[in-house]
């Protein structure tokens, strides 16, 4: 695999309830611009997605937006961004965003963020990919999900190396740079 050079990153449509989770989109976003990376996300311009566009865009940056037309009124469909795709639904975005992408990062968010995670996650066991996938772990966010794989391979459900495939750090400067040694 090659140098990355587009992260896709999963987030929430809402901010949470923590101010860190919206200075960590804010970060994470200037910290893709800065390394010349572009951004492919969900294509919104509300919630983290918004914050973390916004924040790529304001570094002079790069986007890709993916959003399914259902999605473009409730979502409100970011209008600012390098490039936006709107899609049938959302399996051709998913499969969109993860053509587009070289790496994935999950930042805090609900059920779709989840659910996100999880098909690269299922897609990277099966074989379909070799991207490396990585949780910024904010407020410890991601600390139950981490307790969830050790107990899935306790049980005999998964192998230890396949729960160890997400890597997590806290800062995404350290996101960014341990992705990136997880392909060179």
Known sequence: MSLIQSVCVYCGSRTGQSPNYVQAARALGGAIAQRGLRLVYG??????????????IAAGGHT????????????????????????ADMHARKFAMSEAADAFIAL??????????????TWQQLGWHTKPIGLLNVDDYYAPLD?????????????????????????????????????T
């Open 147 to 183: 307790s969830m794989f050790d107990a899935m391979t306790a049980a005999g459900f998964v192998s230890a190396d396949e729960c160890n495939r997400p890597l997590i750090a806290s800062e995404p400067d350290t996101m960014l740079h341990t992705l990136q040694n997880a392909v």
């Open 43 to 56: 294509g919104a311009r509300i919630g983290l997605m918004g914050t973390l566009a916004d924040a790529t």
């Open 64 to 87: 890709l937006g993916v959003i399914p037309e259902s999605l473009v009124a409730a979502e409100v469909a970011h209008d600012g961004l390098t490039e936006q795709r709107v899609v």
């Open 108 to 121: 805090p968010g609900g059920l779709g963020t989840l659910e996100e995670l999880f098909e690269m996650l």
